[in-house]
Structure formats: structure tokens, C-alpha cells
């Protein structure tokens, strides 16, 4: 059977769940309808807008609470977040770290900042995020394990750490994942920026790793206008994370001593307070972005040659960005539907150009990357904002 591909039917269904504005639908807009102005408003009536207040332990108290760890460190962004928890898990300069191909640059540039290499992994179709029994054969062939860990046998650098993303709000198959960490001791740090409100087999993503990144920058779910935080349930990771983000400050009434070259990563009271008020409201944007993602799944189901990227099993996602994906062999016509839809004012755009392509990255160690090379000729993201979703009863 043949199908024939129309891309207006393609705009036809994006019409069809979007509202005709006249103007731009974004891709992702943050949503400021709870205590945001009265948050904000209380840092400046009294002052503590910067590196200290009461925002900012709330804050992270209660992202601590709602992610089901037992701590989370507030900081300026979610490239910040990876980088201590690189740090803290141990990354030294030369080492290796396992990174997706297929992500933000923020992940590679975290790994750059501890002077390690990054080492790029494949992706898993269904998931869109590392697939551990393709990473579990490829490390047969390439790692030895020693008392020091496990080295590359043909860099001979140590590969320290494997970092999963959660690709736009999707889970990646994390017990497995954690299973390949163990046989190949490796440390797990999850990159969940994107992940905040996703479950796995019903825990929060970014309980399985070491430490886990966060954002809550302007175009995520939930937004301080820039910020991040890094979730772990190691107590003395969690201090550690505290003082390296604080400048490593030796705490004492009027002295000013540092015992580290430490870093001033702390998030502001300001952003915090709009992280408290964002917090109060995700629920409700969650259920917003789920009635979003069902509708795309409704008209697309009817659209030959494309399919929308839906939750793994056993996963709830977040959806915080769809995504659609092309038929292999309509890939050529990415491009088309890119161009017809933001012609028409639905604001669209492909995948991230793969790492192992920008001139940076190019001469790094990398496996295999066809499905994740294969992805990035058939992705394209569709408008996903909470407002999109809300219908009269969340409006
Ligand atoms: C957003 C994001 C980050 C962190 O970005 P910041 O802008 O620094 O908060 C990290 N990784 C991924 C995959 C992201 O999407």
C-alpha cells in the first residue's frame, strides 16, 4: 500500500486544534495567571530580591516535595544544575561522560565545563531518549571494567557518568538505563530540564540519578524566568551542591572565608518567588498539556505519512513540547511542512542539529547514532503552550 502525502493536511489538522489568532502561535509561552505579581511584589516591598530570602527555601522545599526527593538546590539555570551535578558526582577533566546525540546543547556544554569529553549515544525511537540495550552492547565492545571503573579501552579515558534526557517530557526507560549503569560502573545523572511533572513506572523522573538537573527557563513547563535546580536524595551531596553554588562560603556571621574555588550559581529570591507561584499552578498546566497532546493525537491519527510522539508505556509524560514524526519515507518533506506552517503563522521547527555535527563536538567519541540520525530528518515541533490546552474549565 501506498500512502500519498499532502502537507496542507498537515496545516489542516494544526488548524484544527489551534486557535485562528491572526498573529503567531509560539512554540512554547510561559502562562502567569496565579500569585506570580503578589510573590514578586512582596521581594521588592521588603527588599530581598537577590541571593537570600524566603522564596528560595520554599522553593526548594516544595520542588523537593513535589519531585519526591529529599532535596533540591535552587540555582541561576539548568546548564548550571548539570554542571555541579557533574562535578559532584565525581567528573574530572579528561574523563568521558555518555551523552544523547540528540539534545540541548546545555548537556555537552556542562561536560565541557568540567573538562571532560563528551561521548555521544544513540536514541531509542519509542522514547526519544538513550536506549540502554543498544548503549549495554556497544559498552561490551568498547569498555573494560577495572577497581578504578570503567575506562574506554580504545580512548583509554574513563567514562564516568551516562547522562539520559527526557526528551520533550518522555521518559526514558530508566530501570533498564540503571541496570546498564550497574554492570558497567557508571554513575547516573539525568538531565530532566525538560521533565518536570513526568513519571516512570509512577515516580517523578529525576529520582533515578545520583543527582538530577531541572530548568525553569522562560520556554519550560514551569518558569523563573531563568533558573534551575538540582534534585538528589544524598543529604551530603545536596550540602555539597548548597556550598559550591553559594561560592563556597564557610558560614559565619560577619567573616567572608571560602574553602573551595566555589561558584555564584545561587538562584535569586525574585525567581524563586516566581517559581513558588508557578509551582502552585502546575497541576492545572499539566492537565492542560495532556487535553493539548490528545487533541493533536485525535486529528493526526486521521493524516497519512505522520504520527504525534506519545507517552512511552508505563510512562505519564509531561508533554511539555509535541512532537510530530514523519514516515521515513516522507523525510524529504520536512522542510515543506516547516515552511507551510510557519507561512501560515504556526510557529514549527525541527529537532536540535544532532551534537556529533557542531564543529565543537566533531571529533568526540560516539557509537552508532541512525536512529537518532533518522529523528532528526522526521521531527518537527508543534505549538505546546498550557494556553493551548486550557479549555473553559482551567481557563
Ligand atoms: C532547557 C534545557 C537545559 C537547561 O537549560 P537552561 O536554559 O540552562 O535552563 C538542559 N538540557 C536540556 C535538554 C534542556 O532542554
Known amino acids: 500500500m501506498t500512502t500519498t502525502f499532502d502537507k496542507n493536511l498537515i496545516l489542516d489538522a494544526l488548524r484544527s486544534v489551534l ?7 509560539a512554540l512554547h509561552e510561559p502562562n502567569f495567571s496565579g500569585n506570580e505579581w503578589a510573590y514578586v511584589k512582596e521581594c521588592i516591598d521588603t527588599g530581598w530580591v537577590s541571593s537570600v530570602g524566603k522564596f528560595v527555601d520554599r522553593f526548594e522545599r516544595e520542588l523537593a516535595a513535589y519531585t519526591g526527593v529529599k532535596r533540591a538546590v535552587a540555582v541561576v539555570n539548568g546548564t548550571a544544575a548539570l554542571h555541579i551535578s557533574l562535578l559532584c558526582a565525581g567528573v574530572q577533566p579528561g574523563d568521558e561522560v555518555l551523552i544523547p546525540a540528540l539534545t540541548f546543547i546545555a548537556t555537552a556544554n556542562a561536560v565541557c565545563y568540567c573538562g571532560a569529553v563528551p561521548h555521544f549515544i ?16 556497544y559498552l561490551e565492545r568498547i569498555a573494560a571494567i577495572d577497581a578504578a571503573g570503567c575506562r574506554n579501552r580504545i580512548t583509554g579515558r574513563r567514562i564516568k557518568v551516562v547522562v539520559p534526557m527526557h526528551t520533550f517530557g518522555h521518559p526514558v526507560d530508566l530501570d533498564p538505563l540503571a541496570e546498564v549503569c550497574r554492570r558497567f560502573s557508571l554513575v547516573m545523572i539525568e538531565d530532566a530540564a525538560e521533565s518536570l511533572g513526568s513519571l516512570y513506572k509512577g515516580r517523578h523522573t529525576g529520582q533515578w540519578g545520583l543527582l538530577s538537573a531541572v530548568s525553569f527557563n522562560g520556554n519550560k513547563t514551569i518558569t523563573t524566568g531563568g533558573g534551575g535546580a538540582i534534585l538528589t536524595d544524598d543529604e551530603e551531596l545536596a550540602t555539597r551542591a548548597k556550598h559550591i553554588t553559594t561560592t563556597a562560603k564557610v558560614p559565619h556571621p560577619w567573616e567572608f ?35 493539548l497532546a490528545q487533541r493533536y493525537q485525535e486529528v493526526f491519527a486521521a493524516v497519512p ?22 514516515d521515513a519515507e516522507f523525510s524529504d518533506q520536512r522542510d515543506a511542512v516547516l515552511q507551510v506552517s510557519n507561512d501560515a503563522g ?30 532528526e530528518r522526521r521531527l518537527i515541533n508543534i505549538p505546546s503552550s498550557v494556553v493551548l490546552g486550557a479549555g473553559p474549565d482551567h481557563a
Open 19 to 25: 486557535p485562528a489568532t491572526g498573529g503567531v502561535v
Open 122 to 137: 544513540d536514541t531509542n525511537e519509542e522514547t526519544l531518549g538513550a536506549d540502554p540495550q543498544k548503549l549495554a552492547a
Open 257 to 291: 572565608n571560602h574553602n573551595l574555588v566555589g561558584y555564584n550559581y545561587r538562584m535569586p529570591n525574585l525567581n524563586a518567588a516566581l517559581g513558588c507561584a508557578q509551582l502552585e499552578q502546575l497541576p492545572g498546566f499539566l492537565l492542560a498539556k495532556r487535553k
Open 305 to 326: 505519512g505522520i504520527r504525534v510522539v506519545a507517552e512511552p508505556p508505563g510512562c505519564q509524560s509531561n508533554y511539555w513540547l509535541n512532537a510530530l514524526l514523519l
Open 346 to 375: 504556526i510557529m514549527t521547527r525541527p529537532a536540535w542539529t544532532l551534537m556529533h555535527r557542531l564543529p565543537m563536538f566533531k571529533e568526540c567519541p560516539r557509537m552508532d547514532l541512525s536512529v537518532a540520525e533518522s529523528l
